[in-house]
């Protein structure tokens, strides 16, 4: 394709225009408050934008890519916007101006942006993986040649996102190019300490099933050939890239910054490297007339403040708006209280038909059977729905939970990863952004922690796009003590999703519960955490009849295990039928509520019976300081003060780690007797 050097010059210049009207104007008088400079990274990005042209690409941008969403067409008027926080950006004012997305408008997905740096290489490869399987499991011929690109700068290349994405693209040969800016600085930091040599491009040489090409940013020609040759090796299915252009950063880090750390000669170098001088020289007059050339600067100028002042003149975001979105709002699929892209109920899909009430067979199975047939339901009727994770591939999880299920849906649907939670959080990110559910496990409770960037980004992502975007995950993690415990498998800490930002939060405590909640969160439109208890999925206590491939439950609404009269007890997952024993066992007529979900969680129900029986013991397994049991305390205390005829108690684990030895465990548990005691004593006060 010819490069149309016109086109790079206007990009080039309106992006140098909008940085210098925000330096010296905008940041100044304070309209904006992070200023985020691109000038010196302008020509390679403008190259490969022009290059995106397919309508499935995917983009994986940072903070300093405005050059390269000019190029996509995001919109001068739209790039004023953002770091004005104005109403109707991109973000509705919800985040840092520079940090895009943008849903397709025909052509390429930039993928919502994270403030993390290395955040966007992961779910960059989730959509490199969602291409492939659009086109070899849904053969759908329009993505044929479609690919992603993940943008960052060379410090990012440091970070474990990278190398997590890094492994996927490379082990599966993905079409994703890396395309990385060095301009030698992360902030003040220089790049010898980001990789040995400040070179990424020569330390990955020799790095299996990966095209790396390296040169000069500031190089027209150079940087043209380059950029043109990685996308053409990606989009004509020879794997992934990586293109390493070294680029001047002709600006501090970002408008707080004054290089101080850079010596007079080395800025005076740096100077002496402006793409845009590069640029001139090179097309003008061999390409570019002289007077065109000064044209697309006067236009470049002028049409830039233009858009800024039509931008100020957009409103403010509102105060009142600020917790829209923060869940889906739609009440059903299509309106427009649903987010534009991501997930399948934007794309219209349909799902069978539920219900409400359980058909049960005979038999009574066990929590993991009823979690196998529940995925193998949703695989059966919905091709968009993918299962994966480390080790669900042949050997059917660790748990089991997946056995037989590639044998019958194919390694394209149920799959093994790489053993990188961020990766496969991350990427099930990615997927979701490209239309699909994905359904990942993570192995125990513990091992979500390299994965907890990815977590709280796919959380916030409908906030933080202002409903532009969602990524309807849902992540199956088994947790909790089974037998013994210890500090890496036996954990629940399920309350740090329910203070995370956007998540639903499953915590069954039997079978059919969990097929219920997890037909659910698979049909669901936001992001849920399904957790499984590692003693309830062979546990006796939860076994329950298979209650019917149709059968769902709404996540928020408590089971009542048992009516009771002198005392409410508020519980989930393994505690709830130590509850169960105890209140056998202390002969207290108590109310045991199991709450079955924690976002959201059942105030309606949890109010109205402790305001019948004026008394209330909560019981989790999670550690007591800032357990959800606080919250729920918080809740009564102010909601219900005035029917409490006790004090409300909690019982849960010290705040200690999960105990290896059973007789460490059962001191640290509460316990059925521990639990009858306090019954007993609540019930007397
Ligand atoms: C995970 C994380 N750590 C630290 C920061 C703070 N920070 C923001 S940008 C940056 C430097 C990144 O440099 P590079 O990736 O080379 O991109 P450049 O800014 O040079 O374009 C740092 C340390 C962050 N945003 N995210």
Redesign the pocket.
């Known amino acids: 394709m010819q490069t149309d050097w016109a086109r790079v010059a206007w990009i080039v210049q309106a992006s140098r225009a909008l940085d210098a009207i925000e330096e010296s104007q905008l940041l100044p008088e304070r309209k904006i408050l992070y200023q985020f400079c691109a000038r010196g990274h302008e020509l390679g990005q403008s190259l490969l934008g022009l290059l995106l042209t397919d309508s499935h690409d995917g983009v994986g941008a940072y903070y300093?890519s405005r050059p390269l969403m000019l190029a996509l067409d995001f919109g001068l008027e739209e790039a004023a916007a953002g770091p004005l926080a104005r109403a109707t950006s991109s973000s509705g004012g919800r985040d840092i101006g520079v940090v895009f997305n943008m849903p397709s408008r025909g052509g390429a997905t930039v993928l919502p942006g994270c403030?993390?740096?290395?955040a966007q290489y992961t779910p960059a490869v989730g959509w490199a993986q969602a291409i492939r399987y659009r086109r070899e499991v849904l053969h759908d011929p329009t993505y044929a040649r479609s690919i992603a690109v993940a943008h960052?700068?060379?410090?990012?290349t440091a970070?474990s996102g990278f190398w997590s994405a890094l492994t996927i693209a490379t082990t599966l040969r993905l079409p994703v190019l890396f395309y990385i800016?060095d301009?030698g600085?992360?902030?003040s930091v220089p790049s010898a300490l980001q990789t040995p040599g400040g070179d990424i491009a020569a330390n990955l040489q020799s790095f299996a099933n990966l095209s790396v090409l390296s040169g000069d940013g500031t190089h027209p020609h150079e940087a043209a050939e380059l950029t043109a040759r990685a996308v053409a090796t990606v989009r004509a299915g020879e794997g992934p890239a990586l293109l390493r252009l070294t680029v001047p950063?002709l600006s501090g880090?970002s408008g707080q910054d004054t290089q101080a750390y850079k010596s007079p000669e080395l800025l005076a170098r740096e100077r002496a490297r402006d793409p845009l001088e590069a640029l001139r020289r090179f097309a003008v007059p061999a390409l570019i007339a002289e007077a065109d050339w000064l044209r697309i600067e006067r236009t470049a100028r002028n049409e830039v403040e233009a858009a800024v002042a039509a931008a100020l003149a957009r409103p403010p975001p509102e105060a009142a708006s600020l917790q829209r979105h923060v869940f889906c709002e739609a009440t059903a699929v299509g309106g427009r209280l649903l987010q534009e892209q991501g997930g399948v109920a934007p794309e219209g899909h349909e799902f069978p038909a539920t219900a409400t009430t359980p058909r049960p067979e005979p038999a009574r199975i066990n929590m993991l059977t009823a979690i196998r047939r529940t995925l193998d339901v949703e695989l059966a009727t919905n091709p968009r729905l993918l299962v994966f994770g480390e080790d669900v591939g042949p050997k059917g999880g660790v748990h089991g939970a997946t056995l037989g299920l590639q044998e019958r849906y194919g390694c394209g649907r149920v799959f093994d990863t790489s053993l990188s939670e961020e990766g496969i959080v991350g990427r099930a990110v990615g997927m979701a952004l490209a239309g699909l559910v994905p359904v990942a496990e993570i192995q125990f409770r513990k091992y979500a922690d390299p994965a907890a960037e990815q977590l709280n980004d796919c959380g916030t992502l409908r906030w933080r796009t202002n409903n532009r975007f969602a990524a309807p995950i849902v992540v199956r993690i088994p947790g909790g003590f089974f037998k013994c415990g210890d500090p890496w498998h036996s954990q629940t800490n399920e309350v740090a999703w329910v203070h995370g930002i956007g998540w639903r939060v499953a915590v069954p405590a039997n079978a059919q519960d969990a097929v219920g909640l997890l037909r659910a969160a698979m049909r669901g439109n936001d992001p849920t955490i399904f957790f499984e208890h590692r003693a309830m999925l062979d546990g006796a206590s939860a076994r329950r009849p298979y209650p019917g491939d149709a059968f769902i439950l709404a996540f928020g609404e408590a089971r009542l295990v048992r009516a009771g009269t002198q005392l409410s007890v508020i519980t989930w997952g393994a505690m709830v039928e130590r509850c169960e024993l105890a209140v056998s066992e202390s002969g207290v007529d108590a109310e045991v509520l199991d709450l079955r979900t924690l976002s959201p969680w059942d105030r309606r129900a949890t109010l109205a019976s402790v305001k019948k029986t004026r008394r209330c013991l909560i019981v989790h397994e999670d550690n007591l300081t800032a357990g959800f049991g606080a919250e729920i305390a918080a809740t009564l205390v102010q909601e219900a003060f005035f029917h409490l005829d006790a004090p409300i108690e909690r019982l849960a684990m010290p705040d200690t780690p999960s105990p290896h030895s059973p007789i460490l465990l059962e001191a640290a548990l509460p316990s059925v007797r521990g639990i009858a005691a306090a019954l007993q004593r609540i019930a007397r006060a």
């Open positions: 300093r403030g993390g740096v290395g960052g700068g060379e410090a990012s970070t800016e301009n600085y992360g902030i950063r880090h």
